[in-house]
């Protein structure tokens, strides 16, 4: 990615979003800036520690935190599983590999997404809106079983349900072509008409008892 290479914010949408950088390259972290500010982000805050990340994400509460995996004072991985145990923003891993084992941890750590350096201008903004997607789609996930007792037994059933409706999301993709937001609003929007939860929906499409043609 050059200086010369400009992302153009789709109709200023991104005008509202917030973020945090950690990289611990210092022309990587420059360049992230600039490409950001860019495209109609504002970053709040960067640096080039782990430690120093988690610091600034709660005194901030970004809306996003790009994490670079390996850092001085604590990896990208362990901030990421600590701001996901707080619910703090979306985690986007930065990371050099792509080791499916090194993806999989990511995952596990609570990072909505992943990309991988070098990166071109054009990939990072797509993998930004798929983090605060899959954040947002967390957190209607986590009001739909707001209902269920205690803290603990709610995020852990947020997260199966999560994966479930992941599971269910790339279904309806491959099987009826539809956008990866598209598949999500029918599962939302199912569970709303018929007074289900998100997992129970989730689970009929996997099961091939429920499709968007219908009812």
Request: net charge negative; proline share 3%.
């Amino acid at each position: 990615m050059t200086a010369t290479e400009r992302v153009v914010p789709p109709e200023g949408e991104h005008m509202t979003v917030r973020v945090v950088i950690a990289e611990d390259e210092a022309i990587i972290r420059l360049d992230l800036r600039e490409t950001l500010e860019e495209a109609g982000y504002q970053v709040v805050a960067d640096t080039g520690r782990g430690d120093e990340a988690l610091s600034l994400v709660r005194d901030h509460r970004p809306d996003l935190v790009l994490l670079d995996i390996k850092m001085p004072g604590m990896d990208g991985l362990a901030v990421a599983r600590e701001l996901a145990s707080e619910r703090e923003c979306a985690v986007l891993i930065l990371t050099a590999f792509s080791q499916r084992d090194l993806i999989e941890e990511a995952n596990n750590a609570g990072a909505m997404a992943y990309l991988v350096k070098p990166y071109q201008a054009e990939e990072l903004i797509p993998a930004i809106e798929v983090a605060l997607g899959r954040f947002a789609e967390l957190r209607a996930l986590e009001a739909a079983n707001a209902s269920l007792a205690g803290e603990r037994r709610r995020m852990e059933d947020a997260l199966e349900t999560r994966k479930a409706v992941d599971r269910a999301k790339g279904m309806l993709m491959d099987q009826h072509h539809l956008r990866e937001g598209e598949a999500f609003s029918f599962i939302q929007k199912t569970a709303m008409r018929t007074r289900q939860t998100m997992r129970d929906v989730a689970d009929q499409v996997l099961e091939g008892k429920l499709s968007p043609g219908d009812g």
